[in-house]
């Protein structure tokens, strides 16, 4: 607006003004649950509105619509959603798809296990198990697990012989022992061998789609996540353990094994990728419907932290810049705001409860005092008895020209009064 005329320029700042408070206005009505999409959208477009450069005459349009607090009020509150929020219960599940398949090949790889514990290495305990179909799956499952880096973990390509990969794709059909990486699974064919077919069907494994905190294998058949467990995923064959031992309360975030369909030179296969999985929450036996986090309110927790970063520090370079003088109260205020909104969002980051950071943007703690400050134009830094309380001070240059208005950092006096 710079050189269009100062009339001009105060008239569209003030129709500015008056569309930030409409739209606040509006977001306001959109405060309902089952309005929270529209409320997402129109906090979408305010803040495309307030990514502005700041002047010094916005100081009283920032403090009026409350913008630090509705920033990080917003930004909490998309936050607190992450985790999706249980609406209501689902329906009731008896069962899980292809459970009587998992459940049988889970008694065979509990067999395994123990054998596997028994021997003194991987090759002993293999030739004790047995060479068959369900043993060469479970000692992927068992190996891939257990080797920290992918190169030591003794599965190997069929067919461009590398072992650097944590990815398998293994062949279920085989009369032989079949492992492929990814890029000869997805490949054109050129690296198979001659024992693979094209009707096979393969079984992906791969250490980080979960291991399971009860076996100890990767796990291949609906992955079970606790919510409230860090870390701690279950196979099906453990989970319905930990359901009949009465150890299965949590919240879980259920990861369902899909069959992938043959397309293209690619073979049929089974995975528990969450990226291709049908992913739903599940407690006490009923399938729970959960809201899910958007991408769009992803967006708008990261553009409202940034707007109100850039609010923070216009006001502070503002306080401390020796050149406009003495800043005026409300700025002062401003800033204390600022500090005091930080203050209950690290103090919430501590205790690892966004909904009470949620709640104290709101309704700031009774037990906690508001930020003093105190507005002494024409004084100077230290009280008549010479203590200084260390707290924001608004001060017009002494005679002397020492103080200069700045947030000062003072040390205790001869009285010792530095609170």
């Known amino acids: 607006m710079d050189g269009c005329g100062l009339e001009l320029e105060n008239g569209v700042r003030r129709s500015y003004h008056n569309l930030l408070a409409t739209i606040l206005d509006g977001i306001a009505v959109y405060s309902k649950p089952q309005t929270s999409d529209r409320q997402t959208l129109v906090s979408t477009y305010l803040l495309h509105l307030l990514d502005c450069q700041w002047q010094d005459y916005d100081f009283t349009l920032i403090s009026d619509l409350q913008l630090p607090e509705f920033l990080i009020h917003s930004a909490v509150k998309s936050c607190s959603s992450e985790q999706g929020t ?4 689902g329906e009731r599940l008896e069962t899980f798809e292809h459970e009587d398949e998992m459940m049988q090949l889970y008694v065979l790889q509990m067999a395994y296990l123990e054998k596997w514990k028994a021997e003194a290495s991987p090759e002993a305990a293999l030739e004790a198990i047995g060479d068959t179909k369900e043993s060469r799956l479970f000692f992927v499952c068992k190996m891939a697990a257990s080797s920290p880096q992918p190169e030591t973990s003794g599965i190997t390509c069929a067919g461009c012989s590398t072992s650097d990969t944590h990815e398998w794709y293994h062949d279920l ?7 492929l990486c990814k890029t000869c699974f997805f490949g054109n064919g050129d690296n198979r061998p001659g024992t693979y077919s094209t009707e096979h069907r393969f079984q992906a494994i791969d250490r980080q789609f979960g291991t399971c905190a009860g076996c100890g294998l990767v796990i291949i058949s609906h992955r079970f996540k606790s919510q409230t467990r860090k870390d701690h995923s279950l196979c099906l064959g453990c989970f319905r353990k930990e359901e009949a031992q009465g150890h299965a309360g949590d919240s879980w975030l259920v990861y369902s094994i899909t069959e992938q369909p043959e397309k293209g030179q690619t073979n049929k296969y089974f995975t528990t990728d969450p990226a291709c999985c049908v992913a739903f929450a ?3 036996g009923f399938k729970q419907t959960v809201e899910s986090r958007s ?4 967006y708008n927790t990261r553009h409202a932290w940034t707007l109100f970063s850039s609010i923070c520090l216009f006001v502070a370079t503002h306080v401390n810049n020796s050149q406009t003088g003495a800043p005026s109260r409300s700025t002062g205020l401003l800033l204390a705001q600022c500090i005091q909104l930080l203050g209950y969002m690290l103090k919430a980051a501590l205790v690892g409860r966004l909904e009470d950071a949620e709640k104290s943007t709101r309704e700031p703690p009774k037990d906690e005092k ?4 105190v507005a002494t134009e024409g004084a100077s830094p230290t009280s008549a008895g010479g203590a200084h309380d260390g707290k924001i001070v608004e001060a017009t240059p002494s005679a002397g020209g020492a103080h200069d208005g700045k947030i000062v950092e003072a040390t205790p006096s001869a ?5």
């Open 86 to 89: 249980t609406l209501e219960k």
């Open 370 to 373: 508001k930020a003093d400050i």
């Open 282 to 284: 599940y407690k006490d």
């Open 415 to 419: 009285g010792g009064a530095h609170d």
């Open 295 to 298: 991408d769009l309110s992803v």
């Open 173 to 179: 059909d085989c009369s032989e022992r079949l492992d």
